[in-house]
């Protein structure tokens, strides 16, 4: 699992360690993970260190002492090295001695062309700390490395978070740096697992500087804000059936989907579900025709959810429309005992009815929005967001989605992230919902940050397939998080291996694109990948 905390925790680790510590250490355990992780880069683009330029974007405080200390070591290593002093007055006393000792310099005006004419620009403008875009004195700086990087191919490395980012909820208001990499000093900041904050980190680099035994208290990951699934996460995790199963020990999930203008969706959620665990896929609704034809291994029926016979978990909305028999579908799934996934028109009809309409239920609820869906289940909570705040506010609008409905969250986006349920103590209520605070992330379970998305799901009909395939690990047991979880994590592998055509490639790796039933069918070959991790 990779674990990120937030900056209060951050803070708290670091004075814990320190004060066992002589003074200096953990800084210059930072600044030798950082000049490593430079130099490695250097030596890659152009051969070494020795005779390259290095521009150094140092503000007051610690993050700039971490980059002039950084800068020191690569200066001795030969490197040309200016540090721009964006606070000259508040500039790290011992970082810029030691730059200058080892031959650097620095200068606290001008400095554009300097950073233009770089090989690599250290970005130690503010860290973990800063909170809004840039300030203007760091603008034009900004500017020259992103130019550096665009005419000259110049490497842009980050000090732990890249300037301008926020570090707990990957929120950016206003300017940013972007980086090529970031080296991230002890442990990972929510802001570097969540767009649009990942999308300026570039390759995130965790340097080790002694934090886990203060941030971890024994346990895996200690109070972390976000959680990441790795492989070996998702294998533990993924149903597997033993000598003892049946179709029916192993779990049957039922699908409420499709209507005549969209008999797709419910083939689409359909084809999900038969790749997620379960042992039998029920389907109920108007397409029965079309999904038995595709798939004749489904127990379909044209009835409603109440009518279907008995499931352990229902997936409600994917293509239902608004009539009638989509508010029919919607009323017996969640009248039932079962675990409900809602998704698509099933979200829309939710949001109509407002909050109120889950309260009282007992089995759980997961709500798999996108960012127009979320704008209107926010709406009917008294929260008016457009999708496009929605959008650069992930963290902070599933959250509210979550609290508001009492039922976990699934966002679908750039960055999918999944929130756990409410305790019915932590439950907003409409009245209060406009004055809820920021997303206090350090008081929460640990959001699920889904690390497999790819561009090429941006395409119609993957929602459905994401739909089914939760619904299915729900029913054959997991609990919504690690459903919801699982499911974009094999979801993104399938993606990727869909539009590569063969093993699982980068986050935007190279290939063509993929229809929602290529995803559906590299499922499988996602699923023995992660089985088949060490």
């Known amino acids: 699992m990779r674990y990120a905390h937030t900056v209060e925790r951050v803070r708290a680790a670091e004075a814990a360690l320190m004060a066992r510590l002589p003074e200096g250490t953990l800084m210059q355990r930072a600044a030798a993970g950082i000049a490593a992780t430079c130099a490695a880069a250097l030596s890659d683009r152009r051969g070494g260190v020795y005779g390259s330029r290095v521009a150094v974007l140092a503000g007051g405080g610690d993050n700039g002492g971490d980059a002039l200390y950084a800068a020191a070591r690569l200066a001795r290593r030969g490197a040309g090295v200016t540090a721009v002093l964006l606070a000259p007055g508040r500039a790290h006393p011992g970082g810029l001695a030691a730059l200058r000792a080892a031959g650097g310099t620095a200068v606290d005006r001008g400095g554009e062309g300097l950073v233009e004419a770089a090989d690599l620009v250290l970005d130690g403008i503010t860290g973990i700390g800063g909170r809004g875009g840039l300030r203007p004195e760091a603008l034009p700086y900004a500017a020259a490395a992103q130019r550096a990087r665009e005419r000259r191919g110049a490497l842009v490395v980050a000090v732990d978070l890249p300037s301008g980012v926020d570090a707990d909820t990957g929120e950016v208001h206003g300017a940013a740096v972007r980086a090529d990499v970031t080296v991230c000093l002890g442990t990972h900041k929510p802001g570097l697992l969540v767009d649009p904050g990942a ?15 203060e941030l971890g208290e024994g346990r895996p990951g200690g109070r972390a804000a976000c959680e990441a699934l790795q492989h070996a996460d998702a294998a533990a995790l993924l149903p597997r059936p033993t000598g003892e199963s049946d179709k029916y020990r192993r779990g049957v999930v039922g699908i ?5 203008r969209y008999p797709g969706a419910a083939v689409l959620a359909t084809a999900g579900a038969l790749h997620g665990g379960a042992g039998a896929v029920r389907y109920a609704g108007s397409a029965a025709e079309e999904v038995v034809r595709r798939f004749p291994e489904a127990l379909v029926s044209a009835g409603g959810p109440a009518e279907a016979g008995r499931v352990q978990a229902w997936v409600v909305g994917p293509g239902l429309g608004d009539g009638p028999e989509a508010h029919r579908a919607l009323d017996e799934a969640l009248a039932s005992d079962v675990p409900v996934l809602v998704d698509a028109d099933g979200l829309t009809l939710l949001a109509r009815r407002g909050p109120a309409a889950l309260e009282g239920r007992r089995a759980p609820v ?6 127009g869906e979320a704008v209107r289940l926010l709406a009917a909570a008294h929260r008016p967001d457009p999708a496009a705040e929605v959008a650069a506010a992930r963290l902070r609008h599933a959250v509210r989605i979550a609290e508001a409905y009492g039922a976990a969250v699934l966002l ?11 305790a019915e103590s932590a439950r907003v209520h409409s009245a209060e919902y406009r004055e809820w605070p920021v997303f206090p992330v350090a008081a929460r379970t640990p959001v699920r940050v889904n690390p497999t998305g790819t561009p090429w799901l941006a395409t119609a009909g993957s929602g459905d397939v994401l739909s089914g395939l939760a619904g299915s690990l729900l029913a054959s047991g997991l609990d919504p ?10 979801h993104g592998l399938a993606a990727r291996t869909a539009a590569a055509g063969h093993a699982p490639g980068g986050r935007d790796a190279a290939g063509a694109p993929v229809s929602a039933l290529d995803v559906a069918a590299a499922l499988r070959a996602a699923w023995r990948s992660v089985r088949s991790a060490p």
């Open 256 to 260: 409420a989907a499709g209507s005549a």
């Open 481 to 490: 998080v690690d459903a919801a979880s699982c499911a974009a994590y094999l």
């Open 412 to 422: 679908k986006g750039s960055t999918t992230v999944v929130v756990p349920a409410p």
């Open 199 to 213: 999308g300026y980190a570039g390759v995130v680099r965790l340097v080790d500087i002694g934090l886990g035994p």
């Open 366 to 371: 997961l709500l798999t929005p996108h960012a």
